[in-house]
């Protein structure tokens, strides 16, 4: 598994419980879901010069959060 992905999903709670309910397992996948888009948005947002302009950059990172619903 990629790093950066094992970070993300101990940081969104692997391995540190056992799931004992559905509930708690889907908590546990949207908070990894919204770790990955946060980082999405962020590589987007902080690496624009080869391919966007600073305001073409922006511009998409306050989509991709609006469409995943990050505050």
Not at 13 to 30: C, I, P, Y
Not at 36 to 56: D, G, H, M, W
Request: hydrophobic share 35%; proline share 1%; with cysteine.
């Amino acid at each position: 598994m990629n790093e950066q992905i094992r970070e993300l999903a101990e940081q969104a709670g692997l391995g540190k419980e056992r799931w004992n309910s559905t509930e708690q397992f889907n908590s546990f996948l949207a908070k990894f879901a919204q770790l990955i888009a946060q980082e999405c948005s962020a590589f987007v947002y902080n690496y624009p010069e080869k391919y966007l302009t600073r305001n073409q950059a922006r511009e998409i990172s306050i989509s991709m959060e609006e469409h995943f619903g990050i505050e």
